[in-house]
């Protein structure tokens, strides 16, 4: 027992001279000073950037094609099913064209009526004109006969060889060989030319009539040739409304989607779409298509669609020939913006999560915070405005160095 309070008493009495000469030596030395913190920095420089943004967002069809008919025929045939794929022109239902047909053989007979009887209101346009004429030409030799044998009765009868009588009768030959040639020329008026006139009417007339049975034979054609009912696009069935036997009626027979190129409609906000511009390519993947790649590009950047929406859709557009995307799939996307040159500091010197304030350095060695306006950045730089070309700046912002602390330079 009493070895082990000796041992204990020595303890203690070495813990206090430890005590007493420590406390000597703080106050000889005046404390111990912090150590100067060690930064890594670089100079700010003139450097190309290729600044690039990270969206998501979901594949769309590059054309969703509704087909309709306003045939009442029933389908023939059906020779597509839902998921085949097609091509332009390639024949998704034949509607019957029966009747159709057997109204278009009486339309084109009627219009065949119609064309003979242009033909024979010509020719007998061309007889009334020239009978017309012939009329007028033979009226007028009888008014000039009936004159002229006028004007001898007269002088026979002024001579007593004839009685007055005669001559009154001849005058009345005379006004009607008059108005014979009035009624003549009146008729030869009406009739007018291969131009004008009642004759060319009667042709006008007739040839708008057979046009009229043309036009109601082309229809008829018109519809025939819609019964048959084609792809519009490259695309793939996506839905079939229509079976052999039933009426379309007014319901959306096909639903096409085209994808040999899709659009992606990739969400950011304000700050994401700066720099992004039609055209800046895109590189995407998507986790339903694990381990591919696809390349697109920008074609549109779009508005919020309220007033108080805060995102923006940017639009861009996959070529897909061999249809790997699918709509609605998710996909992740790069797009890279147009490179940006300017002076440069590392991408990581900036202190705040602003990437507006960055630690440089002066000629003593001691760190100041200065603030910049960031254009652009990639993965190792970012282009600011603020600071002179060769400035030293604090590659690393993150680290703990304040305003005005002496800093030594790794």
């Known amino acids: 027992m009493t070895i082990h309070i000796s041992r204990a008493r020595r303890a203690a009495g070495a813990l206090a001279m430890l005590a007493v000469l420590a406390s000597g030596c703080a106050k000889s030395s005046g404390g111990i000073k912090a150590p100067v913190p060690v930064v890594s920095a670089a100079a700010a420089a003139v450097r190309t950037v290729h600044p690039s943004a990270q969206l998501s967002g979901v594949v769309a069809p590059l054309q969703n094609v509704a087909i309709t008919s306003d045939l009442q025929e029933p389908a023939a045939s059906v020779p597509v099913n839902e998921g085949d794929v097609v091509r332009a022109g390639q024949v998704l239902v034949a509607l019957s064209t029966?009747?159709?047909?057997?109204?278009?053989?009486?339309?084109?007979r009627s219009a065949s009526e119609a064309d003979a009887k242009v033909a024979q209101t010509r020719y007998q346009a061309q007889y009334s004109i020239s009978s017309g004429n012939d009329q007028v030409r033979n009226a007028q030799a009888a008014l000039d006969l009936a004159e002229s044998t006028m004007q001898r009765d007269k002088q026979l009868a002024a001579q007593g060889y004839i009685s007055q009588q005669q001559v009154d009768q001849q005058q009345t030959a005379v006004t009607q060989a008059q108005a014979a040639l009035s009624t003549a020329i009146e008729n030869q008026r009406a009739n007018g030319d291969q131009h004008q006139g009642m004759q060319q009417a009667n042709i006008d007339a007739a040839i708008a009539a057979a046009a009229s049975a043309h036009a109601q034979a082309d229809s008829i054609s018109a519809q025939i040739a819609k019964a048959t009912i084609v792809a519009p696009v490259d695309g793939v069935v996506v839905n079939r409304n229509i079976n052999p036997g039933e009426y379309p009626g007014t319901r959306q027979i096909f639903t096409l989607q085209e994808v040999s190129s899709l659009y992606a409609a990739l969400s950011a906000y304000g700050s994401q779409i700066s720099g992004i511009n039609p055209s800046d390519a895109v590189s995407i993947s998507s986790p339903s298509v694990p381990g591919k790649h696809f390349e697109g590009k920008v074609v549109a950047v779009l508005s919020p669609t309220a007033p108080t929406a805060a995102g923006f859709v940017v639009k861009i557009i996959i070529p897909n020939p061999q249809r790997t995307l699918l709509p609605g799939m998710t996909v992740s996307a790069q797009v890279r913006k147009r490179p940006v040159t300017g002076v440069s500091i590392p991408a990581g010197a900036f202190v705040d999560d602003t990437?507006?304030?960055?630690?440089?350095?002066?000629?003593?060695?001691?760190?100041?915070?200065?603030?910049?306006?960031?254009?652009?950045?990639?993965?190792?730089?970012?282009?600011?405005?603020?600071?002179?070309?060769?400035?030293?700046?604090?590659?690393?912002?993150?680290?703990?160095?304040?305003?005005?602390?002496?800093?030594?330079?790794?």
């Open 355 to 410: 990437h507006t304030t960055i630690l440089t350095i002066d000629a003593d060695k001691k760190a100041h915070l200065t603030k910049v306006t960031e254009l652009a950045r990639d993965a190792n730089y970012s282009v600011v405005t603020g600071i002179a070309q060769g400035a030293l700046v604090v590659s690393n912002g993150t680290l703990a160095v304040a305003d005005g602390q002496q800093v030594e330079v790794q």
């Open 98 to 108: 029966a009747d159709l047909q057997a109204q278009l053989e009486a339309a084109q």
